[in-house]
């Protein structure tokens, strides 16, 4: 026995000193790599736009130093994206912006406020210019603010308008015994409509349609300024198919030139008065905004503007940079409140929505910092139920024309696998010491009291949720229930209904934001500060995410998001405010 726990002391000790050596290792390339002087930008330099990397417009940070060192997300945020391009227009060493085979995660929101900062930066006298081996349809609308663009000769364009698809389960759980009971306020609430029909309602075809057109209205407007072409010839062009193939897109005028990436190369180095047996100086643009990020500045004033990012679903708890929770935003909206320095806050809000309750502690903290200090919220690429909930009472609400917003309605689901164990030979009974004493279960028929008591705990939300609005929005409770019911509307439907203020980016909010804090000099200060601790760390290490690695290689990039979805349904706790689909654009 001395032998063996000899042994088993020996095997402890030799794995304690390579956990010390390796984390070890990791800290002394943390710190040596702290000290290094950075990303050097050579005179007569591109930036090359690649956006592979970025889906948050807030790339977050942490209230513990040693978080900050060990965590993986030191990547850059869009805002960082789009500071360090308004950056670039007075650097003299930058001479113009490259977009070369840029594939991105970004919402159609995000592209719009960068197409915008892109468009500015033209306007400072330098150039942008695009290369692609085939453009999808969000990338095309990005990369339609270059000029020239370049296309590879045997690469194709998809430019077809929007659509959405919804998948209907009513008979599936008729006939599999895997049954979802529903409770819902709002007619338009159609995140539920796949579990209660095997058809799209009248209401949510509508909204789809009207939302769809939007959103496709807004794009074509910029693209058609940008490229010269008319609204209605770019719908021609997407009704026919026009612009599917390099010689077709050319001939349409959405692109330039059709080539070779070397014949792109060349044409910037023409730009810059580079020989063609040379290389011209490029720098990425992460790399570019990290160094912009970290160059320290001088303001004259002690006053600040707090930006507190909210992105992801809210779900409650801490949060981090891909989920809303109570903790981070909370501290934030107190902290940025206490600071004398802070004048005004900016809420940017990306989120569907998510918890209902979550929603109104964050709704409640809100409030009371707009007592001591005013609130402008800016919307990113949704801004929906529970995203709308925390954004109503704001002083001013601002969103992009396609934004998705609105979606003020409530819904609870309850999973019933009764039919499915009856099939199969199982059977529950419980045993009560009140009517009411047991919880809901999924292998018991649901009770219609029950079901009449949840079904009163969504109305109560949903009037809660309308009477915040109206509130907030200085609209009677029946002008909001007239536009709520859950139907979802993008930014400039919103501005014409009420539900926001103006039509704008992140910086027209906070500028905003300095008007009403009466302030002129200031600088802006990132939120939240995530409270992370060390074994949120190892919960990210590289040996610790091979099962996720495993299962994407396995099952495939597509069914694995499926299987995401799944768990966040799961996942998602009480009754929910949140919005009833996802739009993603290819």
């Known amino acids: 026995m001395k032998f063996l726990g000899n042994v088993l002391a020996t095997i402890i000790g030799i794995f304690v000193f390579f956990m010390l050596f390796f984390f070890g290792i990791i800290l002394i390339g943390a710190i040596f790599g702290g000290e290094s002087e950075g990303v050097v930008v050579k005179n007569n330099s591109v930036i090359e736009l690649n956006l592979e990397d970025i889906r948050n417009d807030y790339a977050g940070k942490y209230k513990d130093p040693w978080m900050t060192i060990f965590s993986e997300n030191k990547k850059v945020g869009l805002s960082d994206i789009i500071n360090a391009i308004e950056e670039a227009k007075s650097d003299n060493d930058i001479k113009g912006i490259s977009i070369l085979n840029n594939d991105s995660s970004l919402g159609m929101a995000q592209s719009k406020a960068l197409r915008d900062a892109l468009e500015s930066f033209k306007k400072s006298g330098k150039f942008v210019m695009a290369y692609a081996n085939s453009y999808s349809q969000k990338e095309y609308y990005l990369n339609s603010v270059a000029s020239p663009i370049y296309i590879n000769p045997v690469g194709d364009m998809d430019f077809k308008g929007l659509s959405s698809e919804i998948m209907f389960f009513k008979?599936?759980?008729?006939?599999?015994?895997?049954?979802?009971?529903?409770?819902?306020?709002?007619?338009?609430?159609?995140?539920?409509?796949?579990?209660?029909?095997?058809?799209?309602?009248?209401?949510?075809?509508?909204?789809?349609?009207?939302?769809?057109?939007?959103?496709?209205?807004?794009?074509?407007?910029?693209?058609?300024?940008?490229?010269?072409?008319?609204?209605?010839?770019?719908?021609?062009?997407?009704?026919?198919?026009?612009?599917?193939?390099?010689?077709?897109?050319?001939s349409q005028k959405l692109v330039d030139i059709i080539a070779y990436e070397d014949v792109y190369h060349n044409a910037i180095k023409k730009a810059l008065k580079v020989a063609n047996d040379e290389d011209y100086n490029k720098v990425s643009v992460v790399d570019y905004a990290q160094k912009v990020a970290t160059t320290s500045q001088t303001f004259d004033s002690k006053d600040e503007i707090a930006i507190i990012y909210a992105q992801g679903e809210i779900m409650g708890?801490?949060?981090?940079?891909?989920?809303?929770?109570?903790?981070?935003?909370?501290?934030s909206l107190q902290e940025a409140r206490k600071n004398k320095n802070v004048k005004a806050i900016v809420l940017r809000i990306d989120s569907p929505g998510g918890s209902a309750l979550t929603s109104d502690l964050i709704w409640r903290e809100i409030e009371l910092t707009k007592k001591v200090k005013p609130i402008v919220v800016s919307m990113g690429n949704y801004a929906a139920s529970g995203g709308y909930y925390i954004a109503c009472n704001a002083n001013t609400i601002f969103a992009e024309e396609n934004t998705i917003t609105g979606s003020i309605g409530v819904f609870g689901i309850l999973p019933n696998f009764t039919p499915l164990a009856t099939k199969i030979g199982i059977y529950t009974e419980q045993v009560k010491t009140h009517e009411n004493s047991a919880n809901y279960s999924p292998?018991?028929?649901?009770?219609?009291?029950?079901?009449?008591?949840?079904?009163?705990?969504?109305?109560?939300?949903?009037?809660?949720?309308?009477?915040?609005?109206?509130?907030?929005?200085?609209?009677?409770?029946?002008?909001?229930?007239?536009?709520?019911?859950?139907?979802?509307?993008?930014?400039?439907?919103?501005?014409?209904?009420?539900?926001?203020?103006?039509?704008?980016?992140?910086?027209?909010?906070?500028?905003?934001?300095?008007?009403?804090?009466?302030?002129?000099?200031?600088?802006?200060?990132?939120y939240p500060e995530y409270e992370k601790n060390f074994d949120d760390f190892l919960a990210n290490l590289p040996?610790?995410?091979?099962?996720?690695?495993?299962?994407?290689?396995?099952?495939?990039?597509?069914?694995?998001?499926?299987?995401?979805?799944?768990?966040?349904?799961q996942a998602r706790k009480g009754i929910q405010a949140i919005m009833p689909f996802e739009i993603n654009m290819h």
């Not at 801490?318 to 935003?329: A, L, T, Y």
């Open 317 to 331: 708890g801490e949060g981090d940079v891909n989920v809303i929770g109570e903790g981070s935003m909370r501290r």
């Open 443 to 526: 292998f018991v028929p649901i009770d219609e009291k029950f079901k009449a008591v949840t079904l009163e705990g969504v109305e109560h939300i949903y009037k809660t949720f309308v009477a915040h609005v109206a509130q907030g929005r200085k609209m009677t409770f029946a002008q909001v229930d007239a536009i709520a019911q859950g139907r979802v509307w993008t930014g400039s439907e919103a501005l014409k209904i009420g539900l926001v203020d103006k039509i704008g980016g992140l910086d027209d909010a906070i500028a905003k934001a300095a008007s009403l804090a009466k302030t002129k000099s200031y600088s802006t200060q990132n």
């Open 171 to 250: 008979d599936f759980q008729e006939k599999s015994g895997l049954k979802m009971e529903v409770i819902r306020h709002g007619k338009y609430k159609s995140a539920v409509e796949p579990f209660l029909e095997n058809k799209m309602s009248d209401a949510n075809r509508e909204q789809t349609t009207a939302l769809l057109n939007s959103v496709w209205n807004s794009i074509t407007a910029d693209i058609a300024k940008s490229r010269n072409i008319s609204v209605a010839k770019l719908n021609e062009i997407a009704n026919g198919l026009l612009a599917r193939t390099p010689e077709m897109a050319k």
């Open 543 to 569: 040996f610790a995410k091979s099962k996720a690695d495993f299962i994407k290689e396995e099952i495939g990039e597509e069914n694995y998001r499926m299987m995401q979805e799944i768990k966040k349904l």
